[in-house]
């Protein structure tokens, strides 16, 4: 299936002042379109165009790296734009996601420290995740535009830490950014609607 690059689901400057419509506008209208036109390209030229876009990661991943790098990106971005919403963030997790926090990952502020040490530790341009794996919360670092997927896991959340996505609104301060990230822009609907997908 030919990758497409979704509308956002909110205008460019619903989500400011955590992330301007400077940012929305290169991240999603150049960056992830580059990586829809080069995916459908290199996913075409592998013979590969008519698997859906999880397989599609799933069978580049250490085969084929051009075609894994475009078609990783398209598939992060697709559920990133979806993790954003004005006046998201905060502590008020939906009650199955409080409680998989609190039993996997020690409770909000733990889990909160740990993403964002996982986001500001990670070298160079990458993600940090939250993911289901063996049925349990984990936390994680990738880096480029791999993730969870190619390690056995479900990622039901997930932050780009590549300074494209901050680096207009916060210059070198990447941890200043992940604070702005969970306290202020997460849908946690949209990550219960994925966490519940995963432990079905």
Excluded: C
Aim: no cysteine; charged share 25%.
């Amino acid at each position: 299936m030919a990758f497409e690059l979704p509308p956002l689901p909110y205008d460019y400057d619903a989500l400011s002042p955590f992330m301007s419509r400077e940012t929305l506008e290169y991240h999603h209208d150049k960056h992830h379109k580059a990586y829809v036109d080069n995916g459908n390209k290199l996913a075409e030229e592998a013979g590969l165009a008519d698997l859906s876009l999880e397989e599609i990661v799933k069978k580049s991943y250490g085969t084929n790296q051009g075609l894994f790098n475009n078609a990783g990106q398209h598939y992060n971005h697709v559920h990133f734009w979806k993790w954003l919403k004005k006046g998201g963030g905060g502590k008020s997790l939906p009650g199955a996601l409080q409680k998989a926090v609190d039993a996997d990952l020690g409770g909000y502020d733990k889990f909160k420290a740990d993403f964002i040490a996982a986001g500001t530790t990670q070298f160079g341009s990458g993600w940090a995740w939250l993911s289901v794996k063996d049925g349990k919360l984990a936390i994680s670092k990738t880096p480029n535009g791999e993730n969870p997927l190619v390690h056995g896991a479900e990622p039901i959340l997930g932050v780009d830490v590549w300074e494209h996505s901050y680096y207009i609104d916060y210059r070198n301060a990447r941890p200043k950014y992940l604070e702005a990230f969970v306290d202020s822009l997460i849908n946690w609907d949209y990550v219960l609607e994925r966490y519940e997908a995963a432990t079905k």
